[in-house]
């Protein structure tokens, strides 16, 4: 994003920029935890107010400029710009359809991961996997009050039960009733529609420095802040991603 290159220089510059943002903002799983969502819900808050303005002042509004001076849409000079904003919305409402029938909510594996908190896992637990998909199959003690005040205790024992050192055999199927599955399929679809809004993102940045100099509101400069900004709002989209998934349990590494 240095004045006197071409614009396929600058639209390289300016990718590489927003792709930089979103790294930083992935690496900032190794600094804050996973419960920190205060953290995450202000720097998303921030970045929608970021992509907001930079959507109006350096797409919307040039390109309803640029269709009033073309001339060929006369007062429905908006229309193709709101065609084009239509279509950029249904496309992810679409996606989000799509989620179950793409298998998104049918990976038991990660399903199980968003269930367990990795500092609550007891020790005793990991030692026997099966208690960790059937965690009712212990037997439990429980004090409880009658409502005359005497003391008794209730022992539970689930129906399904396995004989000690016994582990279920069969693959353990995903459930897309059950909390964990829906958690995943949550942050599956924020993913995916990261990626794919970052798609137009970087058509954005390409169109922004490609439109210098062709109206009086596509300079250099506006594309450049149309870049910046673009980076700003992609910064905690990289939070965004890692620190659920790190609060699903993979590591910190594979978060990033």
Known sequence: ??????????????????????????????????GQRRILDGSLGFAAGVMLAASYWSLLAPAVEMATSSG?????????????????????????????????????????????????????????????LFPERELSIRIDKRENGEVYQRKKLAATDFPEGAAPSGPVHGNSGQPGVSSWRRIALLILAITIHNIPEG??????????????????????????????????????????????????????
């Open 203 to 256: 058509l954005a940045v390409g169109v922004g420095f490609g439109a210098v100099e062709k109206t009086a509101s596509a300079t250099f400069e506006s594309a450049r802040n149309l870049a910046i900004g673009i980076g700003i709002q992609n910064f905690p989209e990289g939070l965004a991603v890692s620190l659920p998934l790190r609060g699903a349990g993979f590591s910190t590494w594979k978060a990033f």
């Open 72 to 132: 060929g849409f006369g007062a429905f000079a908006f229309f193709p710009v709101a065609v084009g904003f239509t279509l950029g919305a249904a496309f992810v409402y679409l996606a989000d359809l799509l989620m179950p029938h793409l298998g998104a909510g049918e990976d038991p594996q990660t399903a199980l991961a968003l269930n367990l908190d990795p500092a609550l896992v007891k020790k005793s637990d990991l030692k026997d996997p099966a208690s960790l």
């Open 1 to 34: 994003m240095l004045q006197g290159y071409s614009s396929v220089s600058q639209a390289l510059l300016g990718t590489f920029f927003t792709w930089a943002m979103t790294a930083a903002g992935a690496a900032l799983v190794f600094i804050f935890s996973s």
